[in-house]
């Protein structure tokens, strides 16, 4: 550093300017600091200022006798230099800047604002210097943080150039931070939002890093200075809204009458307080979602299909009244049938929440005591399912029948009271690798509200596979199927959901989505032993989310812009359920992916069963996740495999459950009976057919075109075939105008020739009214003897 003298006093005393905000220690923080060239520092402010605020940065030294080293009060000179910011606009909190100057001249680089060197003295020094900041004058400055680096002394006295005593008022450790001998440091972002937060963790020098050769980077932390519960505005009900319109998430919402979400009366807030003798309700497919804190002095109640949401991973739950979550189970054939459960408040007890099923119907999964080492379906050891009994742990999956004297048909309830569970929750996660058919996993939703399960699994993608198994009891125990009791169930009950390709269902019949609703547990297949994290920002705040299942509707709905995907039903006269899903989605490809994508149909000893093969896999696949583009392969086919131990005549049915995507909801779907030597259009009607016992991996399989009609031009050069349906059953026919038509032969989708015309010209116009069904396949022969054949609609 130079020790230089000035002449301009005027410069040096810093008069408070007219209008600016008025700091005191903590109002800033500096953030960063490169002694070799050029000298750079940064800082962020933790209060709002309006524009012409300006702040002073001093490389001076502040000696023990209270004034900065050098100091002359005639001129109000000090040693060193100084450089003074201003702001040209108004700043909020969490604004950084950085401030650079170019060698030893005085030009300033500024991220924000303007500055100026006040005489030709600031330069900071390799071998130790400070950085002061303050507002008023060098003879009576108000120092709003300081730090030290580049030796090892830290604050002593400024006994030469490169030391300083703790300027006054600030204090060693919160606000005047030595940190450490290295040249260029920089904080490390560790906290970026609170006031309070920013400023404790600044002061944290393990929150620092830099290089005494390498110049750090400045300025690249994002701060907020809205701390945990800190709200703009206050909003009340009390019958109507305080401010006419209602909350979002910058309100601090105070619930002082009673309030139901249903029937689009959800609402967001920035915190929450629900008052004494009052009750807050979220309804059936509503929500309520709250940024921070929740306060409940009087009752909140959340409904079955209703979502509650705290986002903030710090936000505290205060419960001083009562609150509970209100679950409904579908529809029980009978009382024994089981659910699958997870608590979502905290410290709720099996007996509690389930205090009429009987104590031997009340089961956790011992996931490490699981073993399965043959792939048979069937626990070894048979000590896996445990009885449950106290404390719930939250992350943890339960199972539990109703009571004996439940009604046949009835729906079950549960209800869950207490604090609820918000925050990062974690659950333990087994992995036996001698488990070969995969390390099962009993775990579930902790919070009274949906979550994703795709945002789940990508966030523990180390520790957990991409499937999920929901239960969806559909079928009563039997003799023949796997298990070490007399009576086992089904485990084709389980629908199942793929990251990858998505869900197809069990027995039940009804499809899972990538929600998993609140209170529901479900089963994960483990990678690794570690633990799996429950965090808030998988938590849904929609009023659609949190329904036991997505319910399929059995109908050819047209989606636009999604994957595209088909879903096939298995059923039969005497009560069979089976389905397969075959999506083409991006990243799967046509051999088996694993989990993530192809999903196998578990091990089951079912009557009649349907699955789909893949190359080179002796798998049967309940989900197969294919290669998007496979479509525009002109001899694309999956396969279909069929398996029956059905003795007695059985009428079988395969059907469209559901499709999807743009390719599919626009062209025709068809089933190749590769036993009878048949093709079907499956998008028309359902097949029928019979069977004897036994297995057939080769006898169906799904494509989408009928090979009755192809020959070796089958669709080359389609594009350039126009087909228009006019008035009248008039259909028009039109090629490019290099190119006539000579002729046009019409099938019926079953291959059966209709009519012929003759063309000369690029524009050929026919009236088909002998066509029994509006889809129909032209085929035309065009003047360059290219042959095309197209569906089309009439």
Known sequence: MKRIMYTIAIILTFKTGYGQTILTEGDIAITGVNLDDN???????????????????????????????????????????????????????????????????????????????????????????????????????????????????????????????????????????????????????????????????????????????????????????????SCSETVTYNGTWSNGKGPDLTSEVIIAANYDTSGG??????????????????????????????????????????????????????????????????????????????????????????????????????????????????????????????????????????????????????????????????????????????????????????????????????????????????????????????YNFNTNDYATFTVGSGGAAGTSGVTPTKYVPSAQSFFVVGLANDHATFTNAMRMADGISNSQFFKNSHTKRKVEKLDNKLWVNLTSDNGVFNQVLVAYVNGATNTDDGLYFDAPKLIVNEAAILYSKIENSNKSFMIQGRAANSLEEDNEAVKLGFKTNIEVATLYKLSLADIQGEFLTNSRIYLKDNLLHKIHDLSGSDYTFTSEV?????????????????????????????????????VQFSVSNNLEITSIEIYDVFGRSLCKFKGKRNVETFRLSNLRTSVFVAKVELSNGIVIHKKALK
């Open 39 to 229: 000298d750079q520092f940064s800082f962020v402010l933790l209060k709002d200022i309006t524009a012409g605020t300006e702040i002073h940065f001093a490389d001076t030294g502040w000696n023990i006798f209270g004034e900065f080293e050098g100091y002359n009060a005639v001129t109000g000179e000090v040693s060193e230099g100084v450089i003074t910011w201003s702001a040209t606009t108004d700043l909020l909190c969490g604004a950084v800047v950085v401030i650079e100057k170019v060698g030893a001249s005085n030009t300033l680089i500024v991220s924000s604002g303007t500055a100026s060197v006040t005489d030709n003295g600031f330069g900071l020094s390799k071998v130790g210097d400070q950085v002061i900041a303050f507002q008023g004058s060098t003879d009576e400055p108000t120092f709003l943080y300081a730090v030290h680096l580049g030796n090892t002394t830290g604050w002593t006295d400024a006994t030469n150039t490169n030391s300083s005593a703790v300027p006054a008022g600030l204090t060693e450790g919160v606000n005047a931070i030595y940190i450490g001998s290295l040249d260029n440091q920089v904080y490390n972002c560790a906290v970026s939002v609170g006031r309070t937060e920013i400023l404790a963790s600044v002061a944290n020098t393990t929150n620092w890093s830099g290089s005494s050769s390498v110049r750090q980077s400045l300025g690249t932390c994002m701060y907020t200075c809205n701390t945990l519960g």
């Open 265 to 486: 009366n959800e609402f967001s807030a920035c915190s929450l307080t629900v008052n004494e003798d009052v009750t807050l309700t979220i309804g059936e497919n509503s929500y309520v979602e709250v940024e921070n804190n929740v306060e409940v002095n009087g009752t909140l109640t959340v409904l079955s299909s209703g979502n509650f949401v705290q986002n903030s991973a710090n936000g505290l739950f205060t419960l001083n009244g009562s609150a509970s979550v209100v679950k409904h189970t579908p529809a029980k054939a009978k009382w024994y049938y089981y659910t699958y459960w997870s608590s979502p408040v905290v410290s709720e007890t099996i007996e509690e929440a389930f205090p009429n099923t009987p104590e031997s119907r009340r089961f956790y999964f011992d996931a490490a005591g699981y073993l399965d080492a043959n792939n048979d379906g069937v626990e070894d050891n048979g000590t896996a399912w445990r009885i449950a009994a106290g404390t719930m742990t939250p992350g943890t999956g339960y199972i539990a029948t109703e009571s004996t004297f439940h009604l046949s048909g009835a729906t079950g309830t549960a209800n869950f009271e207490g604090q609820f569970n918000t925050g990062d929750i974690t659950t333990n996660i087994v992995h036996n690798a001698a488990n070969v058919g995969g390390s099962w996993n009993l775990i579930g939703n902790p919070y009274p509200s949906a979550i994703d399960f795709i945002a789940f699994q990508q966030a523990n993608a180390s520790v957990i596979d991409g499937v999920a198994y929901f239960w969806s009891q559909a079928s009563p125990p039997e003799k023949t199927n796997p298990g070490t009791a007399v």
């Open 694 to 730: 036994g297995e057939f991996n080769d006898r169906f399989e799904i494509t989408y075109k009928n090979t009755l009609l192809s020959t070796p031009n089958n669709f080359e050069s389609s594009k350039s075939l126009k087909i228009i349906s006019l008035e009248d059953d008039s």
